[in-house]
T-cell receptor
Framework: AQKVTQAQTEISVVEKEDVTLDCVYETRDTTYYLFWYKQPPSGELVFLIRRNSFDEQNEISGRYSWNFQKSTSSFNFTITASQVVDSAVYFCALSEVGGTSGSRLTFGEGTQLTVNP | DTAVSQTPKYLVTQMGNDKSIKCEQNLGHDTMYWYKQDSKKFLKIMFSYNNKELIINETVPNRFSPKSPDKAHLNLHINSLELGDSAVYFC??????????????FGPGTRLLVL
């Protein structure tokens, strides 16, 4: 069975600090896809990034960066110079095997990030 | 333009009632999903439909019945509501269920509270 673990339940930082959210996954698939979603206090789920298992290049988007390491089955997310608006619950997710069963997302438990002014 | 929309946003009802949540997507996607987020924020898939056909049916009580009148709509009907049904229900859509790399886009969620 596939599994996603976000060991950090809550993180609290002060504005402008850098923060890294950890994500570790388990899968038997050789091809798989990983995602990060953000859930701000307003409640919606916002897609941030998708990464496939063949591409281990790190990705940067503004203050956000992602570090994918297949050897350690990790897909960590770093926010540089955090801002109060980054306060949210962040979910890491793994896309399960398709075929007749269809594609589904297995989510981690989420990390509540609080950025204090 | 709203990509995935859900109504209502909030739903407060008594135990034993029957209620429905509606979902619509204007992304032209073929596959739609229902996820449940419990009080601890854990998200779990309930159902998925592809072009009106049921694809995924997790171990969800029979009181929950999804209905897809067309590929742009996926409604969730819940009979005989119980206290444990209180949660946030998210609808999502993606282009094709067979393609694992497809991103799922979520609606704003429906917050259901059963009293």
């Amino acid at each position: 069975a596939q599994k996603v673990t976000q060991a950090q339940t809550e993180i609290s930082v002060v504005e402008k600090e850098d923060v890294t959210l950890d994500c570790v996954y388990e899968t038997r698939d050789t091809t798989y896809y990983l995602f990060w979603y953000k859930q701000p206090p307003s409640g919606e789920l916002v897609f941030l990034i998708r990464r496939n298992s063949f591409d281990e290049q790190n990705e940067i988007s503004g203050r956000y960066s992602w570090n994918f390491q297949k050897s350690t089955s990790s897909f960590n997310f770093t926010i540089t110079a955090s801002q109060v608006v980054d306060s949210a619950v962040y979910f890491c997710a793994l896309s399960e095997v398709g075929g007749t069963s269809g594609s589904r997302l297995t989510f981690g438990e989420g990390t509540q990030l609080t950025v204090n002014p | 333009d709203t990509a995935v929309s859900q109504t209502p946003k909030y739903l407060v009802t008594q135990m034993g009632n029957d209620k429905s949540i509606k979902c619509e997507q204007n992304l032209g996607h073929d596959t739609m999903y229902w996820y449940k987020q419990d009080s601890k924020k854990f998200l779990k898939i309930m159902f998925s439909y592809n072009n009106k056909e049921l694809i995924i049916n997790e171990t969800v009580p029979n009181r929950f019945s999804p209905k897809s009148p067309d590929k742009a709509h996926l409604n969730l009907h819940i009979n005989s509501l119980e206290l444990g049904d209180s949660a946030v229900y998210f609808c999502a859509s993606s282009q094709d269920f067979r393609v694992r790399q497809e991103t799922q886009y979520f609606g704003p969620g429906t917050r259901l509270l059963v009293l």
